[in-house]
């Protein structure tokens, strides 16, 4: 039984396995490259729809409104401007 152990991968069969150079991504050796964008991104999506939601009330003025539409604007920006860069990072 205390000889099954997990196999516990080295730094370099996850170098191997993830096909990504260390040099480029520093980030590859710690086991999570790459899986928190979507995350993020939907994050992102997600917290910009919960903004443009709190429009809906029963504000005076439309002051809170601009503030509520930028910020969500903001966050849907940098979504699709990462998205972009993503989609586009083979043409440099």
């Known amino acids: 039984m205390a000889?099954?152990?997990?196999?516990q991968p080295s730094l370099q069969e996850v170098i191997e396995a993830s096909s990504v150079d260390p040099n480029d991504e520093p980030s590859v050796?710690?086991?999570?490259?790459?899986?928190?964008?979507?995350?993020?991104k939907a994050v992102g999506v997600f917290f910009a729809a919960f903004l443009l939601f709190m429009l809906i009330g029963n504000h005076e003025s439309r002051i809170e409104d601009i503030y509520v539409v930028v910020a969500a604007v903001i966050i849907l920006g940098l979504v699709a401007n990462d998205s972009y860069k993503k989609r586009n990072k083979w043409h440099r």
């Open 3 to 7: 000889e099954d152990k997990l196999h």
């Open 29 to 40: 050796g710690w086991g999570w490259h790459g899986h928190a964008n979507r995350f993020i």
